[in-house]
């Protein structure tokens, strides 16, 4: 009798174990997801026939990707999820250009919730599901692994050194010089324009 007890409390803590190993893995949702799409208004639905693949990070309820949506493969996707809560926007940059938004939560099943598009002049509203396919490790989650091919990144999307621009410095240096010349600020991405004393800075503008 002893024996039986003890094995059934080992196979409850097994179980426990389980579910927990389980719940903590469906808590991060990195991976790749199948994303399907019901259109319930607004254009004709076949540029959402095919569905969307999408390669997600998660990190500190920040989401970030890649994703397709049928046979393109530029969309990007930024994000957030505030506990079940989860909402997303994918921007497909290359003509023409689509924009889709997710506004849904993560159930047992995945993902499910309404999403709007907009591009071209037409507009799109309806239902999304999406279920997770792999984790960010690459093990398989559901029973199909959907591949896809990612358009490489526009050049002006390549990381870039920092430029940093100092008006202060060089309005020092022409000071201690006696030449005046004009300093010219071009923005450009990944510029830092730096402002160490606001009121010289402003005396020197004006």
Same mark, same amino acid.
């Given at each position: ?5 003890? =094995?059934?409390?080992? @196979?409850?803590? @097994?179980?426990?174990?389980?579910? !927990?190993?389980?719940?903590? +893995? ?11 799409? !019901?259109? #319930?208004? =607004? =254009?004709?639905? *076949?540029?959402?026939? *095919?569905?969307?693949? !999408?390669? &997600? ?28 809560? !989860? #909402? ?8 023409? /250009?689509?924009? &889709? ?46 591949? +896809?091919?990612?358009?490489?990144? %526009? ?17 020092? /240096? #022409?000071? %201690?010089? =006696?030449?005046? *010349? ?25």
């Amino acid at each position: 009798m002893r024996l039986a007890n003890s =094995g059934g409390c080992l @196979l409850a803590a @097994l179980l426990a174990f389980l579910f !927990v190993a389980t719940a903590a +893995a469906s808590e991060d949702l990195s991976g790749r997801w199948k994303i399907s799409y !019901v259109v #319930q208004s =607004g =254009g004709p639905d *076949e540029e959402f026939a *095919e569905g969307s693949v !999408v390669s &997600l990070s998660e990190k500190d309820s920040t989401l970030q990707g890649r994703a397709t949506l049928g046979s393109r493969g530029d969309g990007f996707l930024i994000g957030s999820r505030q506990g079940s809560d !989860v #909402q997303a926007a994918i921007t497909f940059r290359s003509n023409p /250009a689509l924009f &889709l938004r997710l506004s849904g939560s993560q159930g047992d099943d995945g993902l499910q919730g309404s999403f709007t598009a907009s591009g071209g002049g037409s507009f799109w509203q309806g239902k999304f599901a999406a279920t997770q396919m792999t984790t960010a490790a690459g093990e398989v989650i559901g029973s199909e692994v959907i591949f +896809a091919n990612f358009t490489p990144l %526009d050049e002006d999307l390549m990381p870039k050194p920092t430029l940093y621009l100092d008006p202060e410095a060089n309005w020092s /240096a #022409q000071q %201690d010089s =006696g030449v005046r *010349e004009t300093f010219v600020i071009r923005y450009q991405r990944n510029t830092v324009l730096m402002c160490r004393n606001k009121p010289l800075i402003w005396d020197w503008w004006l």
